[in-house]
């Protein structure tokens, strides 16, 4: 039943005359991811799905956050499909805190969960095609923080303020 609603609102949504970039949170492991890819699959012609860290082609996955290789994706990937209906920023920031967390991890943090999705969308924009659409999933942790998730948790909040 709340496969079936939630499947609902995402269709509604797509549907919508006025499109909007679309916020999904929720706790952890209860299928959002799922349900996002499952939907994008259904719904759109072609689906890229950013993740974090080591390339694939398929359904287009890339798992990764330095700039040459978000250039070199949407190369590939505009080459290959010529148009974006549906950019999925699902991107795990890692989830550590003050104690452990140094510099350069806290900016790697920053780096997968906000700056790779902000910086895919600018360079996908061009392509979208008219009903495409942003899909930036984010957590509940971006103001509920918990005690060592502060690199999470600020990554997490970052890519709220993408959205409007």
């Known amino acids: 039943m709340l496969k079936r609603k939630m499947y609902d609102t995402l269709l509604a949504w797509k549907n919508s005359e006025k499109k909007e970039c679309l916020l999904v949170k929720g706790a952890r492991q209860v299928g959002k991811t799922y349900l996002i890819r499952k939907f994008g699959e259904k719904e759109y012609d072609s689906l890229m799905y950013e993740v974090a860290e080591n390339f694939r082609v398929g359904n287009f996955a890339l798992f990764e956050w330095e700039l040459e290789t978000l250039e070199e994706f949407v190369k590939h990937v505009i080459e290959k499909e010529g148009k974006i209906d549906f950019l999925i920023n699902n991107a795990p920031p890692l989830f550590k805190g003050i104690d452990e967390c140094s510099y350069e991890e806290f900016n790697k943090s920053l780096a997968i969960g906000v700056t790779a999705p902000f910086y895919l969308s600018k360079l996908f924009a061009p392509y979208f095609t008219k009903d495409g659409c942003i899909i930036n999933?984010?957590?509940?942790?971006?103001?509920?923080?918990?005690?060592?998730?502060?690199?999470?948790?600020?990554?997490?909040?970052?890519?709220?303020?993408?959205?409007?």
């Open 137 to 164: 999933i984010s957590s509940t942790r971006d103001n509920m923080s918990q005690q060592q998730s502060e690199s999470y948790s600020a990554a997490k909040g970052a890519i709220n303020s993408l959205i409007h």
